[in-house]
């Protein structure tokens, strides 16, 4: 997707965002505050985006968005239970009413036989629910699964709320 492309689909999540009255907060890792960037390029974001977290270390996970150390320790930072906590984390520490998260191994180094370069785990929480997750693998350099990762991100963000009825 082409970098007008991103911002159409950022515009498009601010839109939709918007029309349910909703604030999103994110919680990065792999990407670096790519989400972030990617929806503050859109005029007038700061009316449905709270705020993002980069939280690349596992230090950060912990000190930042309350992910236990146990769950780091158990599944890794590369996890739907650890992007889970993230988004319990980045809820409880923002007035945001839905979060999403992402982590991953973008490569180049990185990977395991389990978890290959690519390997990316999403998720999506609204405020007192549980969090939808979901592990995707994508193909390509560093910088293309990076993209890939915040286009994924973004659109199952569009899904999750376009699937929710409207307040009117």
Known sequence: ???????????RVGEV????GLRLVTAESCTGGGIAAAVTEVPGSSAWFDRGVVS?????????????VSLLAQYGAVSEAVVAAMTAG????????IALAVSGI???EGGTPEK?????????????????????HFSGE???????????????????VMSRPRPR
């Open 17 to 20: 965002l918007r029309a349910h």
């Open 1 to 11: 997707m082409a970098e007008d492309g991103l911002i159409q689909l950022a515009r």
């Open 56 to 68: 690349y270390s596992n230090a950060s996970k912990t000190e930042w968005l309350d992910v236990p």
């Open 106 to 108: 973008a490569g180049p």
């Open 142 to 160: 560093r910088g293309e699964v990076r993209r890939a990762t915040v286009v994924a991100s973004l659109e199952g963000l569009l899904e999750r």
């Open 90 to 97: 980045a809820l409880a520490r923002s007035s945001a009413d």
């Open 116 to 136: 290959p370069v690519g390997t990316i785990c999403l998720a999506w929480q609204y405020r007192n629910e549980p969090a939808s997750c979901r592990t995707v």
